[in-house]
């Protein structure tokens, strides 16, 4: 099925540092959501974007949803280890349905 | 809010038999719940759109005689795999959407991981 590209594809950081990551599509979506995911665990939702140009942010997080409408961006700031994990892109592109297609994921690593 | 609790969390079964994933959500009401598989190390696949009071939606190279979606009611959707290989080993996610109140959005179940032996 089709996927969304994410980068980097993993990535080890040092506690305290600022992380970024994003999310690419060659077709345009309307609706971007960040999860995180732990490993044995379902997915946790982030944060939700839903209009071209917005940036949001929950906590130590913010996303953006590009202006394009076919990338989004993620990043952590002050990174804590608690922050490991995988995160994944998703988006939707047709308003007329509900599903989403999920990023390709960013496996991230924090070294205290 | 927006609990979605999925069972059972791990089973292991023999190839040749069949395994049914239960999908719940717990405190809304959810007309659609999708399935997702996830391989080792890689993305969540949508497998299929499961509809209450209709026949699921499933994504394009997914078996609906393999995986079996029932979704009898607003808070159940079922995932029954059928005549299990080993090939059909993976872990199995389903997540909810919540249409009204404050639990709008979707939300992900905790996933089962199927081993077939």
């Known amino acids: 099925g089709q996927q969304l590209n994410q980068s980097p594809q993993s990535m080890f950081i040092q506690e305290g540092e600022d992380v970024s990551m994003n999310c690419t599509s060659s077709s345009i979506f309307n609706t971007w959501l960040w999860y995180k995911q732990d490993p044995g665990e379902g997915p946790v939702l982030l944060i939700a974007l839903y209009k071209a140009g917005e940036l949001t942010s929950n906590g130590r997080l913010t996303a953006q949803f590009g202006i394009t409408r076919k990338d989004s961006f993620l990043n952590i700031s002050a990174s804590i280890p608690s922050d490991v994990g995988i995160y994944f892109c998703a988006g939707r592109a047709d308003s007329g349905t509900y599903k989403y297609i999920f990023g390709t994921g960013t496996r991230l690593k924090v070294l205290a | 809010g927006a609990v979605v609790s999925q069972h059972p969390s791990r089973v292991i079964c023999k190839s040749g038999t069949s395994v049914k994933i239960e999908c719940r959500s717990l405190d809304f009401q959810a007309t659609t719940m999708f399935w997702y598989r996830q391989f080792p190390k890689q993305s969540l696949m949508l497998m299929a759109t499961s509809n209450e009071g209709s026949k699921a939606t499933y994504e394009q190279g997914v078996e609906k005689d393999k995986f079996l979606i029932n979704h009898a009611s607003l808070t159940l959707s079922t995932l029954t795999v059928t005549s299990a290989h080993p090939e059909d080993s993976s872990f199995y996610i389903c997540?909810?959407?919540?249409?009204?109140?404050?639990?709008?959005?979707?939300?992900f179940g905790s996933g089962t991981r199927l081993t077939v032996v």
């Open positions: 997540s909810a959407r919540a249409t009204t109140g404050i639990n709008y959005g979707y939300t």
